[in-house]
Each structure stands twice: as structure tokens, then as C-alpha cells.
T-cell receptor, first 110, second 115 residues
Framework: KNEVEQSPQNLTAQEGEFITINCSYSVGISALHWLQQHPGGGIVSLFMLSSGKKKHGRLIATINIQEKHSSLHITASHPRDSAVYICAVSGRGGSEKLVFGKGTKLTVNP | NAGVTQTPKFRILKIGQSMTLQCTQD?????MYWYRQDPGMGLKLIYY???????DKGEVPNGYNVSRSTTEDFPLRLELAAPSQTSVYFC??????????????FGPGTRLTVL
């Protein structure tokens, strides 16, 4: 069993829809990261969180430490949001190594 | 700042050849990482470094070597390339805060094919 599980693997939405991507992990962590991989392959960090909730524009990330679960929400989705969204966790060892989920491929149609 | 840069962007190798993937960051980050990404799989950690002169193995180190002689550079060496090393390689860096972890900055990736 992978340490980090994401669902769904693939997600297709219509423009304007509310999107939720889920991430569950099985190990103790110091932080959880949400990353976005563009169709061209580049990876950018969206959020890093260890508790509660963070918001940036139309993106919201939440984490429940007790349930070992995080969600990434996209409000008013747009075709430019089409990308692979990756959940990753960093452990407590101090080296900030990341363990990644397999990603969720999101396609937003106009 | 250029951030994290990687060269080359693409490379085709023959089985048994060797090469070095270059990674440089100009953010004075002390932590650097090499990951590989295979289709349908999550990124896997190959090697990492927490500072100049210090390196350690990640999840999939076999067939690779690294060095960290400066804060800026973290090259990844492939010896005796094999088809199983066909992948996209990403370098990343971060600078952990004293109170916790920090976001990682990724290079653009190197797409390597071994034939």
C-alpha cells in the first residue's frame, strides 16, 4: 500500500464547476504539500500546510491531521486549471524528503 | 533569480553509456533533491543532500551517483545506462525554516531515453 493515496486518478469537469481532489496518507508527517504539474511538465508548489486551511485565489487546501486526510478544492474551475495535481508529504526526519502520490489528472472543458 | 535550472532538457543514451545531469540553484538553498518520474507513477526520490559535502540515498538510488561540492550545484551521474533509467528527472531545492519545512522549488526536468 502506498504511503500517499490520491483520488480520483482522473477527473473531468465543466468550466465553472467546484472541484475536490482528495489525499490520504498513512505515516506521521511534518507537512503536506500540494503541487501542480502543467501539461508541459513543469512542477510548481501550490500549498504547504501542517494544519487547518490555506487559500490562494480560487484554490483552497485543507488538512485533518487526526484523520490523515487532505483535500484540494478549486472553485469556479477554468480550462487553464487543467493539470496534474500531486499530493506529497514530508516526514519528521528533518531532511524534508517528500513522498508523493501518483497524482490526479484534471481536465476542465469549456 | 533563475531558480532551479537543469541541463540538458532532453537526452538519448545508448545502453551502457554514462552521463551527468546538471542541476544548479541560485537561491542559496541548502537542501537539494533528485527525483525521477515514470508514467503513471508518483515521483520517487533518488538522492538528496542537506548541504555541501553531505549526500544520502533516497528510495531508488541504484545506478546513480551524486556529489555536492558547492551549495549551488547537485549533479546526478548515471553510470552504465539501462533502459529502466528511461524517465523524466527533476531536481528540487528548499531551505527549511527553523520552525518547520518549506516549499520545494523544482527545475524544469530532463527527459532521458535509454535505447
Amino acid at each position: 500500500k502506498n504511503e500517499v493515496e490520491q483520488s480520483p486518478q482522473n477527473l473531468t469537469a465543466q468550466e465553472g464547476e467546484f472541484i475536490t481532489i482528495n489525499c490520504s496518507y498513512s505515516v506521521g508527517i511534518s507537512a503536506l504539500h500540494w503541487l501542480q504539474q502543467h501539461p508541459g511538465g513543469g512542477i510548481v508548489s501550490l500549498f504547504m500546510l501542517s494544519s487547518g486551511k490555506k487559500k490562494h485565489g480560487r484554490l483552497i487546501a485543507t488538512i485533518n491531521i487526526q484523520e490523515k486526510h487532505s483535500s484540494l478544492h478549486i472553485t469556479a474551475s477554468h480550462p487553464r486549471d487543467s493539470a496534474v495535481y500531486i499530493c506529497a508529504v514530508s516526514g519528521r526526519g528533518g531532511s524534508e524528503k517528500l513522498v508523493f502520490g501518483k497524482g490526479t489528472k484534471l481536465t476542465v472543458n469549456p | 533569480n533563475a531558480g532551479v535550472t537543469q541541463t540538458p532538457k532532453f537526452r538519448i543514451l545508448k545502453i551502457g553509456q554514462s552521463m551527468t545531469l546538471q542541476c544548479t540553484q541560485d537561491m542559496n538553498h541548502n537542501y537539494m533533491y533528485w527525483y525521477r518520474q515514470d508514467p503513471g507513477m508518483g515521483l520517487k526520490l533518488i538522492y538528496y543532500s542537506v548541504g555541501a559535502g553531505i549526500t544520502d540515498k533516497g528510495e531508488v538510488p541504484n545506478g546513480y551517483n551524486v556529489s555536492r561540492s558547492t551549495t549551488e550545484d547537485f549533479p546526478l551521474r548515471l553510470e552504465l545506462a539501462a533502459p529502466s533509467q528511461t524517465s523524466v528527472y527533476f531536481c528540487a531545492s528548499t531551505h527549511p525554516l527553523t520552525s518547520g519545512t518549506d516549499t520545494q522549488y523544482f527545475g524544469p526536468g530532463t527527459r532521458l531515453t535509454v535505447l
